[in-house]
């Protein structure tokens, strides 16, 4: 009988060989290395090498001990971030106090994330040293100049989103990534609406990440994910601050950011009369075309209005619209379904009654181009006219990068251009008769 495989085979029988004394000096070595608790984006394992990363980032979302940990890797040749070791570089900060107390001192800081080799920081001199002799001299953006001169192989930039002279200041840096054998700089900030940062994200050489606060909801204090949301959550503060969005306004945009953030802030103490649902049915039934906009507003007795949902879809089939419409037209209460009939004609009615027969539907139709019909709409804004009843991100993005060209990146407007017709018919046309299957 074969003994193949059984427990008393001499093959298994074998006691197991001890780690070495290498082995166990490496598992000791490793235990409290970084790359055991750190988040995906802090440590790209996979990412494709640049030597520019943009790491942009909420307030608490772990920039800070990203960007000190890639500095100790450097300086100690760790990979993914470094193939050999890294001897002078350059810390930048709003200040110098800012560099000192956050970067360097700072509870996530150089110091602080110190494990192997503590660097000793010299104050007369601005510059940290290492055991092996590596360097890290420190900087202010306040002062361009002190940056023509030096040579480094490798930068940290924090917060460069506040710097006072950040693109003369960055521009200088350039100069000065002259030495080893591939200079590399990390750039770790909330994002602010500058030209620096825009010139970056534009930058295919640049390798961008973006982090949220919440996203670190494990090192921050019990409470405060919840009590940032509560307060600013949706709001373009919050974007910014806690998800690490860029929030731009577009010069020649019809809507500001002050007057959507005017809009959402508005009290609204009465429950709106006559409501509607707006519909802007795509050009075309197919999963690829422009999304399907859809808004419900409604009016409130001082004369003003409430836009109170987007419920605008994507890649959505006529009759998956129509049913959306229908829902809301019943989940509100509303008076009329106003949908604009340019594309579809009869047929956009015909889809909606189709879903239902008692409906209100009132067919508009587009006789001025978009910038035209959303003009005295913007205006409505302009004058505290319209409040919205809740945040709602992806339409005021829309309200603030539309120009006279439309948006930037060439999509439709579907939400922009359902909120337009929704605010027209509550406050700049004629105001719908009662409830009947079909208003002419």
């Known amino acids: 009988m074969s003994t193949q495989g059984s427990s008393n085979s001499p093959r298994n029988s074998r006691p197991r060989s001890r780690p070495s004394a290498l082995d166990r000096r490496q598992a000791w070595k490793i235990r409290d290395e970084w790359f055991r608790f750190a988040r995906a984006a802090q440590y790209p394992l996979f990412a494709a090498p640049k030597p520019t990363w943009l790491v942009l980032g909420g307030r608490g979302s772990g920039k800070t001990r990203l960007g000190a940990e890639w500095v100790h890797a450097l300086v100690r040749g760790l990979p993914p971030f470094a193939q050999t070791a890294y001897g002078r570089l350059a810390l930048i ?54 940056l023509r001169g030096p040579q480094f192989d490798a930068a940290w930039c924090d917060e460069t989103g506040k710097w006072k002279h950040a693109d003369a200041c960055f521009d200088m840096l350039q100069f000065g990534l002259r ?10 900030t909330t994002p602010r609406p500058i030209p620096l940062l825009r010139r970056l994200l534009d930058d295919p050489a640049v390798a ?6 919440i996203d670190n909801a494990a090192n921050l204090a019990d409470g405060f994910i919840a009590a940032m949301q509560a307060r600013y959550g949706g709001t373009r503060l919050g974007r910014q601050e806690l998800d690490g969005e860029l929030i731009a306004d577009r010069e020649d945009a019809l809507w500001s950011r002050l007057m959507v953030e005017s809009a959402a802030a508005a009290r609204v103490g009465d429950t709106p009369g006559r409501i509607v649902v707006a519909v ?23 004369g003003r209005a409430l836009v109170m949902a987007d419920a ?3 890649r959505a089939r006529p009759t998956a619209w129509a049913q959306k419409a229908v829902a809301l037209y019943h989940r509100y209460a509303a008076d009329a379904i106003v949908v604009e009939v340019n594309q579809g004609g009869d047929m956009v009615s015909t889809v909606i009654h189709g879903v239902d027969a008692s409906v209100a539907v009132k067919p508009v139709r587009a006789t ?25 991100p992806e339409l005021e993005d829309e309200m603030c990068d539309f120009g006279p060209s439309g948006l930037s990146d060439n999509r439709s407007p579907d ?14 046309g004629p105001r719908a008769t009662p409830r009947i299957r079909e208003i002419n």
Not at 120 to 141: C, D, H, K, M, Y
Request: hydrophobic share 40%; proline share 6%.
């Open 415 to 428: 939400r922009l251009d359902a909120l337009v017709w929704a605010l027209t018919e509550l406050l700049l």
């Open 179 to 188: 030495v080893g054998t591939e200079p590399k700089q990390l750039i770790t």
């Open 312 to 314: 605008t879809l994507r």
């Open 93 to 146: 900060g709003e200040t110098l106090g800012d560099v000192r107390e956050v970067m360097i001192e700072g509870l996530s800081g150089i110091a602080a994330s110190a494990r192997v080799a503590r660097p000793n920081f010299e104050p007369s001199r601005r510059r940290l040293v290492w055991p092996n002799g590596a360097t890290a001299q420190i900087f202010s953006s306040e002062d361009p100049e002190s």
């Open 208 to 213: 961008v990440t973006r982090m949220k606060t």
């Open 368 to 392: 001025r181009g978009k910038w035209l019909r959303a003009e005295p709409v913007a205006a409505l804004y302009e004058q505290g006219r319209v409040a919205h009843a809740r945040r709602f």
């Open 280 to 302: 802007d049915p795509p050009a075309s039934a197919r999963r690829t075309s422009d999304a399907c906009g859809i808004v419900v507003a409604g009016e409130l007795s001082d």
